[in-house]
């Protein structure tokens, strides 16, 4: 059974770093990607970036400057992380997987000034 | 980077009345594998979004055939044709030709 979940901190300070784990089960991260999405409150989607099957990713080109993913695949985890956070980079952070219709719970982020 | 302009934004429906949402891409969404990556989702309220629809007109594993998708190119539908209360929510689609990924401003179907 193909599962994500999102963890990480729910608060974070402005000018601070964010730190995401979403932990995969049912698959492995060398045969698929991983997306990251966020969502602040009651707006719309935005896709972050990936992290492809071969290890490389991409970015959104807005938040390239700020934002890493990673991944360990021994234990089936990829990482995001972005820099520099302000108040509008509160959101709800969903990881999801590159192929199906499979996404995580999503985390809920707060960047207080 | 694509623009996806979805249309309506809300939609309200009676139970067993169909419903239709437009998503309009600003270039088309073929890409080099003749494939054309259009998704519809569906985002139900304090739930993530969940796929219904892939490569314009595939349904997902479990969705009900009362959700059809067509289109080619730049211009895109999703149609339900009885709606039942559980649809209610927001819909998205998304494009996954070109990269960023982009999703529509998203529909919001209420249930008169």
């Known amino acids: 059974q193909v599962q994500l979940k999102e963890s990480g901190p729910v608060l974070v300070q402005a000018s601070e770093t964010l730190s995401l784990t979403c932990t995969v089960s049912?698959?492995?991260?060398?045969?698929?990607?991983v997306i990251w999405v966020r969502q602040p409150p009651g707006k719309g989607l935005e896709w972050m970036g990936i992290i492809w099957r071969n290890g490389n990713t991409d970015y959104n080109s807005a938040l390239k400057s700020r934002l890493s993913i990673n991944r360990d695949t021994s234990k089936s985890q990829v990482f995001l992380k972005m820099n520099s956070l302000q108040t509008d980079d509160t959101a709800i952070y969903y990881c999801?997987?590159?192929?199906?219709?499979?996404w995580g719970q999503g985390v809920m982020v707060t960047v207080s000034s | 980077d694509v623009v996806m302009t979805q249309t309506p934004v809300s939609l309200s429906v009676a139970i067993g009345q169909p419903a239709s949402i437009s998503c309009k891409s600003s270039q088309s969404l073929v890409g080099t594998s003749g494939k054309t990556y259009l998704n519809w989702l569906l985002q139900r309220p304090g739930q993530s979004p969940k796929r219904l629809i892939y490569l314009v007109s595939k349904l997902d594993s479990g969705i009900p055939d009362r959700f059809s998708g067509s289109g080619s190119e730049t211009d895109f539908t999703l149609k339900i044709s009885r709606v039942e209360a559980d649809d209610l929510g927001v819909y998205y689609c998304?494009?996954?030709?070109?990269?960023?990924?982009?999703f529509g401003s998203g529909t919001k179907l209420e249930i008169k």
């Open positions: 999801t997987r590159d192929e199906g219709p499979y």
């Open positions: 998304l494009q996954g030709t070109h990269f960023p990924l982009t």
């Open positions: 049912g698959f492995s991260l060398t045969n698929y990607g």
